[in-house]
């Protein structure tokens, strides 16, 4: 085709620090493209990057990531920095339209191509592109005859004034390093006088085999003159066998951009499935812009159809639950086994790559889960993530990175967020995958938001979203906390589950989980530290055990983590740095079965629940299941058996259980898949002392898509017990093969006396909260202290 590529991403960028104001007066923006001198002592740096990971190559700053080496790096936000490229284009491009074209500057920058100011940018998710046809050279120089100086500006420190527009970088697991850089591809392209600027396909099921995909696209007409032209669709499988399908019409297209769409009916259509509902087929949409019989242009996407749909949850009245949380993709129910993503896997731009987003996301697939939720405190993801989520069968939802502020109300503010948005959706609305785009993430979380225009705001993100696709959208999550209901939200539809890990013992996880009632759960939070190895790469040895002012640095919660192993083991496990660490992940792993499982029983009533992190953007101690440098914790085997599509389930009110008394519980299965099951072995073991105490067959049958619970369980305990007991469960065909499995470790003991404990240990934890407040440096009170 006549359309043409320069990528101008890699290494062969160089990038200055200046004082702001500096760059300009010092006529950086003027210098050529000739082989010089000014710029050989510049830091070589990647695009796409970020300030920090280049300057960290350089040896400028010591790596972000180690100790407390984030806050060392702090300076870099003070500065303008200034990146230059020199490239050459091609003698084809010649006549043509020549754009230079940005996916994405974090946050704002100016731009020069060959001395000429090309334009601002302010923004992070929205790609931008300058009109350089008279302005680039052909010259045949040493290097290139073109030079693009790109001027970062120093990025913002108020998160409240960019929220929507740029990465959080403000909160309890951040630590106040600003991250910003060209931080997506640069290309130079050039075409003819038509482009297709975009293209949008939206499907809708006629019915389980006929599939109507309306194909809009966006083409852009540069000339002056109204054109004549006709656009040819093409539908073809990309990995499934299918018909080619084509599709004409013809339009006229004024001078600028054009919309120009028309339906596609497909017919024996394979649809796109998530994972564990059916199969990952996928199409190509080719369009191609023809003018006086010519092809002048054309445009691809890959794209599944599939077609997604709400539908309110049963057993909640409409004063209890006013939105519809279920979604249905291709008219069945698509139970949200979720887990917030906690990415990108690395927080600095600049250390990310596609071989870390296939690791991680190949483990999202073998944890079980079918859904992954961006959520506001993390970007938007790149389109290699959506592509690999599409290509896995595993769902997206995807906030606007909007999150716990009070946003201004000025038009600018509102304008610029919802354009940030809106570009958010184009560059992302046609993968499959992408089934739910939310407006804010608790943004309805405390008196101030209630004052604040967060509502209005999220309302008119939500009417800019329907304009740009037919993926449902939700205002914000929770809707059900005190501050949202006070606004007028119902009692009943979205709860953060995370009230357990910070509360650090004042429930335990039995009272706490199974007295939430809501829909839906899109967060729920356990911690723990990741392996020691993981710990080494970022802890100074020094301050590895005894614990160093690193751990809280890297948002260890110590007394939140010790508490929690006491919760589950009846001992705070603090005899080795090994103790201690496996501890952690053995009782994060702990609370997600019981939590996860509490909810996934409930089904249909509730729609879905996710675990918070899957990974982490940066190595710390916290929530993630997998650490920051792709190594599972032992939480992450819990959350694989706890994710089963098919699931033996145990109910049970606690954990302890005190010598000679009868353990009882409740025996479930819960089955996500969309087909039943007849003739099933359930089996159950107790076993105390390596001893097996009590078992049981019984058989079911157990329906599609579905949770029951059939039958209970009972084992009276020695009257001599102590330690810990194992319940464990099989589902079995008819030919003695196994389907499925779980285990639980209980605790013998007294529960009351074991609550007082954890309170009394609060307690202490309290007075140190009150006395330093949330510093890292709380449980280091000698370095408040200078003799």
Same mark, same amino acid.
């Given at each position: 085709?006549?359309?043409?590529?320069?990528?101008?991403?890699?290494?062969?960028?160089?990038? $200055?620090?200046?004082?702001?104001?500096?760059?300009?007066?010092?006529?950086?923006?003027?210098?050529?493209?000739?082989?010089?001198?000014?710029?050989?002592?510049?830091?070589?740096?990647?695009?796409?990057?970020?300030?920090?990971?280049?300057?960290?190559?350089?040896?400028?700053?010591?790596?972000?990531?180690?100790?407390?080496?984030?806050?060392?790096?702090?300076?870099?936000?003070?500065?303008?920095?200034?990146?230059?490229?020199?490239?050459?284009?091609?003698?084809?491009?010649q006549g043509k339209k020549i754009v230079l074209q940005f996916e994405g500057v974090d946050y704002s920058c100016d731009v020069w191509l060959n001395g000429t100011h090309l334009g601002r940018h302010e923004g992070m998710f929205s790609a931008f592109e300058f009109d350089v046809s008279d302005v680039?050279?052909?010259?045949?120089?040493?290097?290139?005859?073109?030079?693009?100086?790109?001027?970062?500006?120093?990025?913002?420190?108020?998160?409240?004034?960019?929220?929507?527009?740029?990465?959080?970088?403000?909160?309890?697991?951040?630590?106040?390093?600003?991250?910003?850089?060209?931080?997506?591809?640069?290309?130079?392209?050039?075409?003819? +006088?038509?482009?297709?600027?975009?293209?949008?396909?939206?499907?809708?099921?006629?019915?389980?085999?006929?599939?109507?995909?309306?194909?809009?696209?966006?083409?852009?007409?540069?000339?002056?003159?109204?054109?004549?032209?006709?656009?040819?669709?093409?539908?073809?499988?990309?990995?499934?066998?299918? $018909?080619?399908?084509?599709?004409?019409?013809?339009?006229?297209?004024?001078?600028?951009?054009?919309?120009?769409?028309?339906?596609?009916?497909?017919?024996?259509?394979?649809?796109?499935?998530?994972?564990?509902?059916? +199969?990952?087929?996928?199409?190509?949409?080719?369009?191609?812009?023809?003018?006086?019989?010519?092809?002048?242009?054309?445009? *691809?996407?890959?794209?599944?159809?599939?077609?997604?749909?709400? *539908?309110?949850?049963?057993?909640?009245?409409?004063?209890?639950?006013?939105?519809?949380?279920?979604?249905?993709?291709?008219?069945?129910?698509?139970?949200?086994?979720?887990?917030?993503?906690?990415?990108?896997?690395?927080?600095?731009?600049?250390?990310?790559?596609?071989?870390?987003?296939?690791?991680?996301?190949?483990?999202?697939?073998?944890?079980?889960?079918?859904?992954?939720?961006?959520?506001?405190?993390?970007?938007?993801?790149?389109?290699?993530?959506?592509?690999?989520?599409?290509?896995?069968?595993?769902?997206?939802?995807?906030?606007?990175?909007?999150?716990?502020?009070?946003?201004?109300?000025?038009?600018?503010?509102?304008?610029?967020?919802?354009?940030?948005?809106?570009?958010?959706?184009?560059?992302?609305?046609?993968?499959?995958?992408?089934?739910?785009?939310?407006?804010?993430?608790?943004?309805?979380?405390?008196?101030?938001?209630?004052?604040?225009?967060?509502?209005?705001?999220?309302?008119?993100?939500?009417?800019?979203?329907?304009?740009?696709?037919?993926?449902?959208?939700?205002?914000?999550?929770?809707?059900?906390?005190?501050?949202?209901?006070?606004?007028?939200?119902?009692?009943?539809?979205?709860?953060?589950?995370?009230?357990?890990?910070?509360?650090?013992?004042?429930?335990?996880?039995?009272?706490?989980?199974?007295?939430?009632?809501?829909?839906?759960?899109?967060?729920?939070?356990?911690?723990?530290?990741?392996?020691?190895?993981?710990?080494?790469?970022?802890?100074?040895?020094? $301050?590895?055990?005894?614990?160093?002012?690193?751990?809280?640095?890297?948002?260890?919660?110590?007394?939140?983590?010790?508490?929690?192993?006491?919760?589950?083991?009846?001992?705070?496990?603090?005899?080795?740095?090994?103790?201690?660490?496996?501890?952690?992940?053995?009782?994060?792993?702990?609370?997600?079965?019981?939590?996860?499982?509490?909810?996934?029983?409930?089904?249909?009533?509730?729609?879905?629940?996710?675990?918070?992190?899957?990974?982490?953007?940066?190595?710390?101690?916290?929530?993630?299941?997998?650490?920051?440098?792709?190594?599972?914790?032992?939480?992450?085997?819990?959350?694989?058996?706890?994710?089963?599509?098919?699931?033996?389930?145990?109910?049970?009110?606690?954990?302890?259980?005190?010598?000679?008394?009868?353990?009882?519980?409740?025996?479930?299965?819960?089955?996500?898949?969309?087909?039943?099951? +007849?003739?099933?072995?359930?089996?159950?073991?107790?076993?105390?002392?390596?001893?097996?105490?009590?078992?049981?067959?019984?058989?079911?049958?157990?329906?599609?898509?579905?949770?029951?619970?059939?039958?209970?369980?009972?084992?009276?305990?020695?009257?001599? *017990?102590?330690?810990?007991?194992?319940?464990?469960?099989?589902?079995?065909?008819?030919?003695?093969?196994?389907?499925?499995?779980?285990?639980?470790?209980?605790?013998?003991?007294?529960?009351?006396?074991?609550?007082?404990?954890?309170?009394?240990?609060?307690?202490?934890?309290?007075?140190?909260?009150?006395?330093?407040?949330?510093?890292?440096?709380?449980?280091?009170?000698?370095?408040?202290?200078?003799?």
């Amino acid at each position: 085709m006549t359309r043409e590529v320069i990528e101008l991403s890699g290494c062969r960028w160089q990038m $200055e620090r200046m004082r702001p104001g500096q760059g300009i007066k010092e006529g950086l923006h003027l210098l050529p493209a000739e082989y010089q001198g000014t710029h050989f002592s510049w830091n070589f740096a990647t695009v796409p990057g970020d300030v920090y990971t280049d300057l960290w190559r350089a040896n400028e700053i010591a790596d972000p990531y180690f100790g407390r080496n984030m806050h060392r790096a702090k300076w870099v936000a003070e500065y303008e920095w200034w990146y230059c490229h020199r490239f050459a284009v091609t003698e084809s491009m010649q006549g043509k339209k020549i754009v230079l074209q940005f996916e994405g500057v974090d946050y704002s920058c100016d731009v020069w191509l060959n001395g000429t100011h090309l334009g601002r940018h302010e923004g992070m998710f929205s790609a931008f592109e300058f009109d350089v046809s008279d302005v680039v050279s052909f010259e045949d120089w040493r290097g290139g005859a073109n030079m693009l100086m790109i001027k970062l500006d120093p990025p913002p420190k108020n998160y409240r004034n960019c929220g929507g527009k740029k990465v959080n970088f403000s909160g309890d697991y951040f630590s106040g390093l600003v991250p910003f850089g060209i931080w997506r591809p640069v290309r130079v392209v050039a075409s003819e +006088q038509l482009k297709i600027s975009s293209i949008r396909s939206d499907v809708r099921l006629e019915n389980s085999n006929t599939a109507l995909v309306n194909a809009s696209y966006e083409v852009t007409n540069y000339s002056s003159e109204p054109k004549q032209v006709t656009l040819l669709s093409q539908l073809s499988g990309k990995n499934c066998q299918t $018909e080619t399908i084509y599709q004409q019409s013809v339009h006229q297209l004024a001078p600028g951009i054009n919309t120009c769409s028309h339906t596609i009916k497909v017919e024996d259509a394979k649809l796109w499935w998530p994972w564990d509902m059916g +199969q990952q087929h996928l199409y190509n949409l080719q369009v191609e812009v023809q003018l006086d019989d010519s092809s002048v242009d054309s445009c *691809a996407e890959v794209i599944g159809l599939r077609e997604v749909s709400m *539908a309110f949850n049963p057993g909640y009245s409409r004063e209890q639950a006013e939105f519809p949380w279920t979604f249905v993709i291709n008219g069945k129910k698509h139970f949200l086994r979720s887990a917030c993503w906690g990415g990108q896997p690395s927080f600095l731009y600049g250390q990310n790559s596609l071989s870390k987003y296939e690791d991680r996301l190949a483990m999202v697939k073998q944890a079980n889960i079918n859904n992954l939720r961006i959520f506001g405190w993390h970007p938007p993801e790149v389109p290699d993530f959506y592509r690999i989520c599409d290509e896995l069968g595993i769902t997206v939802w995807t906030n606007f990175t909007l999150a716990t502020q009070a946003y201004p109300k000025d038009p600018e503010f509102i304008g610029g967020v919802l354009h940030e948005c809106i570009e958010t959706v184009k560059q992302r609305r046609n993968h499959p995958s992408q089934i739910f785009w939310m407006g804010g993430e608790e943004v309805f979380f405390s008196g101030a938001h209630e004052e604040s225009g967060n509502k209005a705001l999220m309302e008119r993100i939500g009417e800019a979203v329907a304009d740009q696709t037919n993926v449902p959208y939700g205002l914000a999550s929770p809707l059900s906390s005190e501050s949202a209901v006070n606004m007028g939200f119902k009692p009943n539809e979205s709860i953060h589950a995370n009230e357990h890990y910070y509360q650090g013992g004042a429930e335990f996880m039995e009272e706490y989980y199974p007295a939430l009632d809501c829909a839906i759960i899109p967060e729920l939070t356990a911690a723990s530290a990741p392996s020691i190895p993981s710990l080494k790469k970022f802890i100074p040895e020094d $301050e590895l055990w005894p614990m160093g002012p690193s751990w809280a640095y890297h948002w260890a919660d110590i007394d939140i983590l010790k508490n929690l192993n006491f919760e589950v083991f009846n001992d705070y496990k603090m005899g080795s740095l090994e103790e201690f660490v496996e501890a952690t992940q053995i009782a994060q792993g702990t609370v997600i079965q019981f939590a996860l499982e509490t909810y996934r029983r409930r089904k249909p009533k509730m729609s879905g629940v996710a675990i918070c992190h899957f990974i982490t953007h940066v190595p710390d101690i916290k929530w993630g299941v997998v650490d920051f440098y792709g190594e599972k914790k032992i939480s992450f085997d819990y959350l694989k058996r706890t994710y089963q599509p098919l699931l033996p389930s145990l109910q049970f009110e606690k954990r302890r259980w005190q010598a000679g008394e009868v353990f009882s519980a409740s025996l479930w299965v819960v089955n996500d898949y969309q087909h039943a099951y +007849q003739q099933l072995s359930y089996e159950w073991q107790v076993v105390y002392q390596g001893q097996v105490c009590a078992s049981n067959c019984i058989n079911l049958d157990v329906l599609a898509d579905s949770s029951a619970k059939f039958s209970e369980l009972e084992w009276r305990l020695p009257n001599d *017990a102590s330690g810990e007991f194992e319940v464990r469960l099989a589902l079995k065909n008819q030919q003695g093969e196994s389907l499925a499995s779980n285990a639980y470790r209980l605790l013998v003991g007294e529960q009351l006396a074991a609550k007082q404990q954890s309170l009394a240990y609060l307690a202490e934890a309290q007075a140190r909260l009150d006395k330093y407040g949330h510093s890292v440096y709380r449980y280091w009170p000698e370095m408040w202290e200078f003799k």
